[in-house]
């Protein structure tokens, strides 16, 4: 079966970096998402990885090992804004997103 | 700029009662989505569409029907509401199914069934 698995909360403090991980399971892959999603709100685009290593896009960066199946969402110099869920979804051969259920982050002051 | 707009945004429905959800969109994209997101669970797809008059189902589409007559519209109609359907109901849609496009989603419907 497809399957993507993410932690499910985790909390970090305002300034520092914070890694969260994902890793999944698909039939085929065409790439992986990464999107933010405040409460109450809906999910908005970070970043897509399809090839091997690292993108950088100003605070966030989401690396990928396809090899691996394993991406991660990197936020450095965190801020309160930035508490939030973050939903990992991988591009099956369909060209289906199979999305993970997210993982909630809590920054502290 | 509205992007993917909504409505209704709040519903409450009883069990048994029908209702359509309304989706639009402005940016002339192809293919849109309609998801659920419960609490604890990825959003999961319920139908989709590749373009003006073509509708297909996804992951969990018993008990809802849609109909994409317009490209900018998408609709999603509850037959008969049961509570297992409460729920936050996502519209997206996205200029092609290719690899990178992302989805650009709307604000939510959030439906109770009582």
């Known amino acids: 079966g497809q399957n993507i698995d993410q932690p499910t909360e985790m909390t970090a403090t305002e300034g520092a970096i914070v890694q969260i991980n994902c890793t999944y399971q698909?039939?085929?892959?065409?790439?992986l998402f990464w999107y933010q999603q405040h409460a109450g709100e809906a999910p908005t685009f970070l970043s897509y990885?399809?090839l091997d290593g690292l993108e950088e896009k100003g605070r966030f960066s989401s690396f990928l090992s396809r090899s691996k199946g394993y991406s991660y969402l990197l936020l450095k110099e965190l801020q309160m804004k930035d508490s939030a869920s973050y939903l990992c979804?991988?591009?099956?051969?369909?060209?289906?997103?199979?999305w993970g259920a997210g993982t909630k982050l809590i920054i502290k002051p | 700029n509205a992007g993917v707009t909504q409505t209704p945004k709040f519903r409450v429905l009883k069990t048994g009662q029908s209702m359509t959800l309304l989706c639009a969109q402005d940016?002339?994209?192809?293919?849109m989505y309609w998801y659920r997101q419960d609490p604890g669970m990825g959003l999961r797809l319920i139908h989709y569409?590749?373009?003006?008059?073509?509708?297909a189902k996804g992951e969990v589409p018993d008990g809802y029907n849609v109909s994409r007559l317009k490209k900018q519209n998408f609709l999603l109609g509850l037959e008969s509401a049961a509570p297992s359907q409460t729920s936050v109901y996502f519209c997206?849609?996205?200029?092609?199914?290719?690899?990178?496009?992302?989805?650009?989603f709307g604000d939510g419907t959030r439906l109770s069934i009582l």
């Open positions: 940016m002339n994209h192809e293919y």
């Open positions: 698909t039939s085929g892959f065409n790439g």
């Open positions: 979804a991988a591009l099956d051969s369909n060209y289906q997103l199979i």
């Open positions: 569409s590749v373009g003006e008059g073509t509708t």
């Open positions: 997206a849609s996205s200029y092609s199914e290719g690899a990178g496009q992302p989805q650009h």
């Open positions: 990885n399809v």
